[in-house]
C-alpha cells in the first residue's frame, strides 16, 4: 500500500484542525515542479541543457541552463496556484509578487530552485531547497517575507541524485519520500526521521580553514584528534546533499565565516532556515555560531548566514567550543 506525498500532507492536515487543502495543493505545485527538474536533470547529458546559461544571477554566479529551467519551473507551478501571495528565489533579485485577495494569497514560498550548481556539470547530487511562510494579516509583504525561521510553517528540499528524494516538515517530524518514476509519484519512504545523537562525520570545505576564525580550527582538530569519537570527512559541495548524509548518518555540517565572507556564504532564508527546521524537528540543532539559526531576523532576501547544522552531540560540542 503506498502513501503519496498529497495522500500525506492531507493525513497531517487533518490532524490541524484550521488546516485547509490549500497547503497540499500548495506542495503539489512543489513536488510537479520537481519532477520536472529531475526530468531535465536525467536527460541533461544527454540533450543541451548543460553549461553555462550566458547570464550571471543575483548572486554574480555564472547560471546554469539547469539552473534557469528550474527556477522557471518553480515560478511556473507555484505562480499558477491563487494561494501564492509571493515567491522568493535565489535566482531573482526581488520577490515575485501576485495580485491576490490576503483572502486567497495566503503563502509565501521561497526557495532555491537548483542548489549545488558547481556539482552539475561533473553529474554530481543537486538538490532544490524550499520554504513556506504565511502571509501575516499585519505589515506590507515584506515583512511577510522577513519572518525569522520559527515562523515556517513548512520547510523541505528534494535531492536529485541516484534516486530521488523529498524531505519535508510542516513542524509535525520529518518525512522523506522517493520518487518512483514507474509511476511518476513520490512515495512515503520513512516517517519521523530521527538524526542520529552522534556522528561518524564531519562536513566542512577545508580549503577554507586558514581563513576561519580560530576556535572552528580548534573544533575541527578537536574532531580529528579522536578524543571524542572517530570521525571522518565528507564534503559533496551541495549543501543538500551533504545535510542529507547528516540527516541520515548523523555527524555535523560546517560553513563558518570566513575573512572573504565574514558574514557567511550560505543563504539565511532558502537554505539555512529551511534545513534548520528539519534539523531541529529531527532532534538536531542548527546555529550561526552566534545563536540559533530560526532566531534570526532577515533584514534582507538574499542575507547570508554562517551555517553550522547536525546532531546534538556535535552541536553542543561545538557550542562549548565557540564559548570558551
Ligand atoms: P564552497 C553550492 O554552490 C553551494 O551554494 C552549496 O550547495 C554548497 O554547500 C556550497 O556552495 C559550497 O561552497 O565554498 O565549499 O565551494
Request: net charge negative; aromatic share 8%; proline share 5%.
Amino acid at each position: 500500500m503506498i502513501t503519496t506525498v498529497q495522500q500525506h500532507i492531507q493525513q497531517q492536515q487533518a490532524d490541524i484542525t484550521a488546516a485547509s487543502g490549500t497547503f497540499s495543493l500548495l506542495l503539489g505545485g512543489i513536488t510537479l515542479a520537481s519532477k520536472m527538474i529531475e526530468a531535465k536533470i536525467r536527460s541533461a547529458g544527454l540533450s543541451d541543457v548543460l553549461g553555462a546559461f550566458g547570464q550571471t544571477n543575483v548572486q554574480g554566479e555564472a547560471q546554469q541552463k539547469l539552473d534557469v529551467f528550474a527556477n522557471e519551473a518553480l515560478l511556473h507551478c507555484l505562480g499558477v496556484r491563487d494561494m501564492v501571495a509571493a515567491l522568493v528565489s535565489e535566482e531573482d533579485e526581488e520577490p515575485v509578487t501576485f495580485a491576490r485577495s490576503s483572502e486567497n494569497g495566503k503563502y509565501i514560498v521561497v526557495f532555491d530552485p537548483l542548489d549545488g550548481s558547481s556539482n552539475i556539470d561533473v553529474n554530481v547530487n543537486v538538490g532544490t531547497i524550499f520554504s513556506i511562510l504565511k502571509r501575516q494579516p499585519e505589515g506590507d509583504l515584506d515583512a511577510s517575507i522577513l519572518q525569522p525561521g520559527f515562523k515556517q510553517v513548512a520547510a523541505g528540499y528534494v535531492v536529485y541524485g541516484p534516486s530521488t528524494v523529498l524531505v519535508y516538515t510542516t513542524g509535525n517530524g520529518v518525512h522523506s519520500f522517493t520518487l518512483d518514476p514507474t509511476i511518476g509519484a513520490f512515495v512515503l519512504t520513512t516517517e519521523r526521521m530521527q538524526m542520529p545523537q552522534q556522528g561518524p562525520y564531519y562536513s566542512t570545505n577545508e580549503a577554507n580553514a586558514a581563513q576561519w576564525p580560530a576556535e572552528y580550527r580548534s573544533y575541527v582538530d578537536l574532531l580529528r584528534g579522536g578524543s571524542e569519537g572517530a570521525y571522518s570527512s565528507r564534503y559533496i559541495g551541495s549543501l543538500v546533499a551533504d545535510f542529507h548524509r547528516t540527516l541520515l548518518k548523523g555527524g555535523i555540517f560546517l560553513y563558518p565565516p570566513t575573512a572573504k565572507q565574514p558574514g557567511g556564504k550560505l543563504r539565511l532564508l532558502y537554505e539555512a532556515n529551511p534545513l534548520a527546521f528539519i534539523a531541529e524537528q529531527a532532534g538536531g540543532k542548527a546555529s550561526s555560531g552566534a545563536g540559533r539559526i530560526l532566531d534570526i531576523k532577515p533584514e534582507g532576501i538574499h542575507q547570508r548566514t554562517p551555517f553550522m547544522v547536525g546532531s546534538a552531540r556535535e552541536m553542543e560540542l561545538l557550542e562549548q567550543v565557540l564559548a570558551r
